[in-house]
Antibody
Framework: QITLKESGPSLVKPTQTLTLTCSFSEFSLNTSGVGVGWIRQPPGKALDWLAVIYWDDDRRYSPSLTSRLTITKDTSKNQVVLTMTNMDPVDTATYYC??????????????????????WGQGTMVTVSS | SYELTQPPSVSVSPGQTARITCSGDALPKQYAYWYQQKSGQAPVLVIYEDTKRPSDIPERFSGSSSGTMATLTISGAQVEDEGDYYCYSSDSSDNHGVFGGGTKLTVL
């Protein structure tokens, strides 16, 4: 069965760069139609979509955070890394990585963004504080 | 920026039908997805591509979409269905994702 697990620091200081790693198993990011995304949730607040990377290295970012985010993949290690620069206390949240399936038209074309997040990691809490 | 709007809360008695709405300008062109989140847990997919239900989700969960509104319906809601429900869709122009603000479902 597919599993994903997030790892990274639980505490970062303001202005620092956060680096989170998603380690996954039982699927490959070399497979067409597969992606890994990141979603966060501040305490007591709503889910917030951050970024996704697809099998073909297409990357999408939240428009409000695009200047601060970078998502990369290492298919040999089955890992996806998210970096977020210039961290602020408002970035305190639980960060989830998700197995992502874009909508498939059936003719080789995909509708990226029409994504099903079918498997979620357990999440990792990150606190931004000095 | 693109937004999806949900009611903050919905309350029903056990056995009643709960309906949670999600409105967004791009919904006529983009699919809606629904996630259930129970306290302290990661979200779980309950509806995808407007109307499809994962095999491990009870049949009482269903989805529909018409115009700029998508609806999650729980027919015969049970106490264990309590939690927060989030709709998700994408902006039709840039194809980036967005979640609604979430709806807290109370069944009592």
């Amino acid at each position: 069965q597919i599993t994903l697990k997030e790892s990274g620091p639980s505490l970062v200081k303001p202005t620092q760069t956060l680096t989170l790693t998603c380690s996954f198993s039982e699927f490959s990011l070399n497979t067409s139609g597969v992606g890994v995304g990141w979603i966060r949730q501040p305490p007591g607040k709503a889910l917030d979509w951050l970024a996704v990377i697809y099998w073909d290295d297409d990357r999408r970012y939240s428009p409000s955070l695009t200047s601060r985010l970078t998502i990369t993949k290492d298919t040999s290690k089955n890992q996806v890394v998210l970096t977020m620069t210039n961290m602020d206390p408002v970035d305190t949240a639980t960060y989830y990585c998700v197995h992502t399936l874009p909508y498939y038209y059936g003719n080789g074309d995909y509708s990226k963004g029409d994504d099903t997040f079918d498997i979620w990691g357990q999440g990792t809490m990150v606190t931004v504080s000095s | 920026s693109y937004e999806l709007t949900q009611p903050p809360s919905v309350s029903v008695s056990p056995g009643q039908t709960a309906r949670i709405t999600c409105s967004g300008d791009a919904l006529p062109k983009q699919y809606a997805y629904w996630y259930q989140q129970k306290s302290g847990q990661a979200p779980v997919l309950v509806i995808y591509e407007d109307t499809k239900r994962p095999s491990d989700i009870p049949e009482r969960f269903s989805g529909s979409s018409s115009g700029t509104m998508a609806t999650l319906t729980i027919s015969g809601a049970q106490v264990e269905d309590e939690g927060d429900y989030y709709c998700y869709s994408s902006d039709s122009s840039d194809n980036h994702g967005v979640f609604g603000g979430g709806t807290k479902l109370t069944v009592l």
